[in-house]
């Protein structure tokens, strides 16, 4: 479900940049359709330059930018988003479509709950907006409030088409209890309506991949993630749940070759490194420090949202355990999905200290969650405690 939230890869908030002089390279474009994409955008912002009171043409830039940001993994593109709606974005109340898109990219740098309070605002006003129901549905799941992510599901059972309520409905129900049923249900609603739209396609499909995964249905998942794959549209989410898929089996050298020039993207350089470690690949030291640098960066500016991929980076790749696990439960605060509780678990059983991981094992009582790696990891843990 987190596929249709912009925060799924790590990023932060990336202000506007205006150069000194004329002269200076602000960004190579890409070849192919991302970089015709760019050259329209720069069209784009080049008019709403003229004419920034424009509401139409901001959240128009906007959007784009919003979409670019996530298929690209480039934070900047988010700030880019943000200057667009410069005029309204101070507002407490701006326009419906503002409300909206600010609660998407607040959401993207973690500021859940000012994101709540956007899409709250929405839905009192235009309670039939049915991506702000599906919006809100991701954030709340984000922040592990399971409840209200469910309850703001049920709208879309009107408001949308069945496989987008399928899927919301499913993306909760699979983190309580109900990972099979879960599966089924969604896998027959894809069946029965297989979407047309590339973007929507992808989603349900990298849904199914993970839900088959946490149920230990290894070519399940690798047949749903294989078709998601071949949708010829560019999605950081879906690669890096992918390379976790990979390395989870110990085929590293598929990794690097389905990595190999992303380096640019924080969570997709992290996999990369653990791949490279693996094999001693030439490149693991270069790798492994430009990406300890750009998390010193990170802090620096007192950005949290890499933390979880930092955990990760901090224990796999340095053997820090403790390190590790105090970022894992930093991150624990701020987000409770499958993946966070698991760099948890991870961290608490490298380190020795099962009761630290006690929020994460409570959180799996409570939720009956069906996963396989979790329940390893959490027998391990419980096994240590006797």
Request: hydrophobic share 45%; with cysteine; net charge negative.
């Amino acid at each position: 479900m987190v596929l249709l939230a912009l925060a799924v890869a790590p990023a932060a908030r990336a202000e506007p940049f205006v150069p000194a002089t004329d002269d200076v390279v602000l960004e190579t474009l890409p070849p192919g359709a991302a970089g015709s994409e760019l050259r329209e955008l720069r069209e784009l912002r080049a008019e709403l330059a003229k004419d920034p009171s424009n509401l139409e043409l901001a959240t128009r830039t906007a959007w784009r930018l919003v979409r670019l940001a996530r298929t690209e993994g480039d934070p900047r593109f988010s700030g880019y988003a943000e200057a667009a709606l410069a005029p309204w974005w101070p507002l407490e109340d701006p326009p419906a479509e503002v409300l909206l898109l600010r609660a998407t990219l607040r959401q993207h740098v973690h500021d859940f709950t000012a994101a709540i309070a956007d899409l709250d605002r929405l839905l009192e006003i235009h309670p039939e907006r049915a991506e702000a129901w599906l919006t809100r549905a991701v954030v709340l799941q984000v922040e592990g409030d399971l409840a209200g992510a469910r309850a703001s599901c049920e709208p879309l059972r009107l408001l949308a088409d069945n496989l987008t309520y399928v899927a919301c409905a499913t993306g909760v129900e699979s983190v309580r209890g109900e990972g099979e049923a879960s599966y089924q249900a969604l896998f027959e609603a894809f069946r029965a309506t297989p979407p047309k739209e590339p973007a929507k396609r992808q989603w349900v499909l990298t849904s199914l991949a993970e839900m088959a995964e946490r149920l230990g249905r290894d070519a399940a998942a690798e047949t749903h993630f294989a078709a998601a794959l071949a949708i010829d549209r560019r999605d950081v989410y879906l690669l890096a749940a992918y390379a976790d898929f990979l390395l989870d089996r110990d085929r590293s050298a598929e990794v690097l070759r389905r990595l190999d020039g992303e380096e640019r993207v924080d969570a997709l350089l992290e996999r990369l490194v653990e791949a490279e470690q693996r094999l001693g690949a030439p490149a693991f030291a270069a790798h492994t420090a430009s990406l300890d640098d750009r998390f010193a960066a990170a802090r620096r500016r007192g950005e949290t949202t890499h933390r979880g991929d930092e955990s990760r980076f901090r224990l796999r790749v340095q053997g820090r355990a403790g390190e590790a696990l105090r970022l894992a439960l930093a991150n624990w605060q701020a987000q409770r999905e499958p993946r966070d509780a698991r760099r948890v678990l991870e961290a608490a059983v490298a380190a020795g200290c099962p009761e630290a991981a006690r929020p994460v094992l409570d959180w799996l009582d409570e939720t009956e969650i069906e996963d396989v790696h979790l329940a390893a990891l959490a027998q391990r843990l419980e096994g240590g405690r006797s």
